[in-house]
């Protein structure tokens, strides 16, 4: 059984450029949540999709999208890149919207910006 | 402003002992408290959690305490094995927050032989 997906697992890219971030949740998981890790830091709440729809959002700029799929799966979208955008960025899928019966990690997604 | 502590950044216990694991909180509408562990070039891993109603949960070698009036929660981790060295974090669950989990920055445990 699959669980959380992430692709790609490593990404080097230069100040100014875009990047999109994939993510496949666990089967019949319909909420999909992104979140930052920066060194040294606990991961950061970015956005939750749950059938189709956003449903959360946290504090980050308008550079920051994301989006689901029929399917379930996401991609997260980063326009501009700055230095400071490096980081590990984890999604998390559930099955219901509230998380009630608990989130899985995928294991993220490197980016490094130059 | 940090809504969720963890104030050690590291933790060395050697082996066949207890661990514990420290996290303060500064928000009383808190529904929900999770540890994680997570393991390098890996995603977090769910551990044990605690609905605010509760003051303990157990779960095998792991217990989470929760002290509502301190804001403070506590994983203790009996025996210790090596294989528990990890980072771990604590994370709380907003009352209505549409589930997202606001997370502590991690203590580093290594359990010694």
């Known amino acids: 059984d699959a669980g959380v997906t992430q692709s790609p697992t490593h990404l080097i890219k230069t100040r100014g450029q875009h990047v999109t971030l994939r993510c496949s949740p666990i089967?019949?998981?319909?909420?999909v949540s992104w979140y930052q890790q920066v060194l040294g830091q606990g991961p950061q709440f970015i956005f939750q999709?749950?059938?189709?729809?956003?449903?959360g959002r946290g504090n980050f700029p308008d550079r920051f999208s994301a989006r689901q799929f029929p399917n379930y799966s996401s991609e997260l979208n980063v326009n501009a890149l700055l230095l400071g955008d490096s980081a590990l960025y984890l999604c998390?899928?559930?099955?219901?919207?509230?998380?009630?019966?608990?989130?899985?990690f995928g294991s993220g997604t490197r980016l490094t910006v130059v | 402003d940090q809504q969720v502590k963890q104030n050690s950044p590291s933790l060395s216990v050697q082996e066949g002992r207890i661990s514990i694991l420290n996290c303060d909180y500064t928000?009383?509408?808190?529904?929900?408290f999770l540890w994680y562990k997570k393991y390098p070039a890996e995603g977090p891993t769910f551990l044990i959690s605690?609905?605010?109603?509760?003051d303990k949960n157990e779960d095998g070698r792991f217990t989470v305490f929760l002290n509502k009036s301190a804001k403070h929660l506590s994983l203790h981790i009996v025996p210790s094995q090596p294989g528990d060295s990890a980072v771990y974090f604590c994370?709380?669950?907003?009352?209505?927050?549409?589930?997202?989990?606001?997370f502590g920055k991690g203590t580093k445990l290594s359990v010694k032989p």
């Open positions: 998390a899928s559930s099955s219901d919207r509230g998380g009630w019966y608990g989130y899985t």
């Open positions: 089967s019949g998981h319909k909420s």
């Open positions: 999709y749950y059938e189709k729809e956003e449903r």
């Open positions: 928000n009383s509408m808190f529904d929900y």
């Open positions: 605690i609905s605010s109603i509760k």
């Open positions: 994370a709380a669950r907003g009352l209505g927050s549409q589930g997202n989990l606001i």
